[in-house]
């Protein structure tokens, strides 16, 4: 006999139910629009709850880095947008105490940080120094560098923070699909039809937040996002372990410590020739990443406890490594939130909701250079 199949209507249908999609639903669903989420997988297997959950203002990369890339006024406009979005998951209450540091891996990185300061302060970043020994009295043992802790970073536990995010999404009506992964979009007489293993939603509208999954969906994404695979790790809490976040290595390595004193850490795709650029498989073994990321704990992460567990995410890459966010060109019923790579996942959040208000005919507040027209 034939399975049967749901049909929902609704205003707009977004596909990925991470910090990009969830954030957009919430903000359509108070402006009054009706929305469903499909997510291919249960709830908390996004990317940000498996992530670190280091919320940064700016990007992990040193100031004179992100002005040096983007010319000072954008660089000013991209922290104030991203303060707006740390702001926003902080509001979701799932903050950890302790400082979020950026610190330098050796001399070299050390030099970056001072050349940083006068240019963070231009940016707004109020940055303050920590030295290396305090540095190695937060982590009770070698610190493998200074650090800056900037004003405003948060470090927060990512699952708690999307987990509030989804509830405050489904009490505003929104309606919440999950192990349902969209398999086709179609254009229908009157918006979109999105199918998906025995149910399709019709909308008016099309959001694309579900990251590298949309490039089998979306032909125009096919050489804009690339996928980028980074390896994450967790050891067990002690007792009396520190509690921090941090972000080192030119944000190649990034670390968090929250309540429990339980240690996850990520990061060193550089261990491989390739970068982990174009893998798409999450399961695989990476000996060469491993090695590194266990040889970091060892040296100078010594104050948690042995690795219980090892995973890798795979996240989204553009070619300018800012994200898409804006209506998809020359297609008036669909509209992109993705690209967020391995440390702007919090940027995610208020890129969602920018671009919800935008849809709902409000002044979106997004900078005009995440715009997905400037890839054409
Ligand atoms: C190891 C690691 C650590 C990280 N740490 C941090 C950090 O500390 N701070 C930070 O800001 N960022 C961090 N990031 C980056 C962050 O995870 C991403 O930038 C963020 O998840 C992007 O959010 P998103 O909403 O675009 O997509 P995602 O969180 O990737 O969510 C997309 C969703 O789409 C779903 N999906 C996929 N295909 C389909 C389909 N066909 N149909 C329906 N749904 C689909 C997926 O199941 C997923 O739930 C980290 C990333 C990694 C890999």
Redesign the pocket.
Known sequence: MAQLSETLQADVVI???????LGAALTLAQGGARVVV????APG????S???????VGTEEHPHHLAGGLGLERAAEYVEFSRRSVVALGALGAVHPGPTLRIAFGEREEGDLVAGDALGETLGLDRSVWTQDQVAALLGGPAPGAARASKGDLHVD?AASLSALRQAAGAAGVVLRYN???LAVEDGAEGVVVRAEGLSVRASLLVY???W??V??EPWLWDKLSPVR???MAAAALPGAPRLGATAQYGHL?F?AGADGALRW??LRWATPHLEVGETDESAPTPAIDARLDAVHARSLAAFGPKVAAWS???THTCDNLPLVGPLPGQPRRAL??G?????????LESGRALARGILGEDPALPSFLSPSRLV
């Open positions: 596909l990925g139910a991470g910090l990009g999609g499909l997510d291919a997988r297997e996004d990317g940000f498996r992530g670190v959950g280091l919320a940064l990512p349902a992964a969209a937040a579900a990251g999954g949309m089998g969906l980074t390896r994450h990034s968090s990520a990061g995410v795979i996240h939130c993705l967020f790579r391995d440390q702007q996942g919090a940027l995610a």
